[in-house]
């Protein structure tokens, strides 16, 4: 497969998994499934515009506004890239978990006007955050490492 076909593929798969459980993808707690493809950049690096490209469609179609769309994908892109530079070390694991923390918790509270605080926000994203990408992104990258060739 070649890289552009795969990068489509992720993005493709972002966004159908943010609306497969959409009841959870969206909020202050965002155990948000899709979250789960954001260690992808560790094998490959075309999955950093994969994963931009489903978050801006994903938050686009989610109706949430300029700042969900705009500010998550900038925030998610910047975090596959970390991801993919700091790969198989605890920043490069940790990178969509600080970032969509600190970073979409800046805008979220006004976005969705939550009557929470910025620190309740980071906390809660970010649990929510290393729920998913912990939990089952690592799981989901050990299985694609391993049958790798299927991948290519």
Same mark, same amino acid.
Request: glycine residues 10%.
């Given at each position: 497969?070649?890289?552009?076909? $795969?990068? /489509? #593929?992720?993005?493709?798969?972002y966004v159908v998994l943010? !609306?497969? !459980?959409? !009841?959870?993808?969206? /909020?202050?707690?965002?155990?948000?499934?899709?979250?789960?493809?954001?260690?992808?950049?560790?094998?490959?690096? *075309?999955?950093?515009? /994969?994963?931009?490209?489903?978050?801006?469609?994903?938050?686009? #179609?989610?109706?949430?506004?300029?700042?969900?769309?705009?500010?998550?994908?900038l925030v998610s892109l910047?975090?596959?890239?970390?991801?993919? $530079?700091? $790969?198989?070390?605890?920043? @490069?694991?940790?990178?969509?978990?600080? #970032?969509?923390? !600190?970073?979409?918790?800046?805008?979220?509270?006004?976005?969705? *006007?939550?009557?929470f605080s910025y620190w309740?926000?980071?906390?809660?994203? @970010?649990?929510? *955050?290393?729920?998913?990408?912990?939990?089952? /992104?690592?799981?989901?990258?050990?299985?694609?490492?391993?049958?790798?060739?299927?991948? #290519?």
């Amino acid at each position: 497969m070649n890289r552009w076909a $795969r990068g /489509g #593929l992720i993005a493709a798969l972002y966004v159908v998994l943010v !609306f497969a !459980f959409q !009841f959870a993808s969206f /909020g202050a707690f965002q155990f948000r499934v899709a979250e789960a493809l954001t260690l992808l950049p560790m094998v490959f690096p *075309e999955a950093i515009g /994969g994963i931009y490209v489903g978050v801006m469609l994903a938050n686009i #179609l989610g109706g949430f506004g300029p700042w969900d769309i705009f500010g998550g994908s900038l925030v998610s892109l910047i975090a596959a890239y970390l991801t993919y $530079r700091y $790969r198989h070390t605890w920043f @490069g694991y940790a990178s969509p978990i600080i #970032l969509n923390a !600190f970073l979409v918790s800046l805008y979220l509270r006004f976005v969705f *006007e939550l009557p929470f605080s910025y620190w309740f926000l980071v906390f809660s994203i @970010g649990i929510s *955050e290393a729920v998913v990408v912990l939990g089952l /992104g690592i799981p989901l990258l050990r299985f694609v490492e391993r049958h790798q060739s299927i991948f #290519l």
